[in-house]
């Protein structure tokens, strides 16, 4: 993907988020079922429904900071999926533009 169509596909991200789009982002996936259940309901989704992964994903336009771990900022930027020339998920099953501070429930160290 150019950084262009990343680009853009940012801007709709952004835009559905800002826009209201409700996300499963309190189903944190920290435990190995947790994970499989969202990547397996990722790989239903078909490539060019976009807000069905960041639904699934549960997407946010801020780092999530738990309360539990009020130290650890889960964000994209600190994420190990997270390519940050390109500003870019590489989790296979996502595959996304996305911004350092946004978050998702599959985030890892």
């Known amino acids: 993907m150019s ?3 990343l ?8 835009s559905a988020l800002a826009d209201g ?3 499963a982002w ?27 992964k960041l639904r699934v994903a549960g997407f946010t336009l801020q780092p999530y900071v738990a309360d539990e771990a009020p130290e650890i900022e889960q964000a994209c930027r600190t994420c190990m999926y997270y390519e940050s020339h390109r ?15 946004w978050a ?3 985030w890892r160290v």
Not at 38 to 48: K, N, R, S
Request: charge should be negative; glycine fraction near 2%.
């Open 87 to 101: 500003r870019y998920c590489d989790l296979p099953e996502l595959k996304l533009g996305v911004e350092p501070e």
């Open 104 to 106: 998702c429930v599959l």
């Open 7 to 14: 680009s853009r596909q940012r801007e709709l991200i952004r």
């Open 21 to 23: 789009l409700h996300t």
């Open 26 to 52: 309190q189903d944190r996936a920290y435990e190995s079922a947790d994970v499989r259940r969202t990547v397996d309901a990722l790989q239903a989704i078909a490539p060019d429904r976009l807000e069905d």
């Open 3 to 5: 950084e262009e169509e």
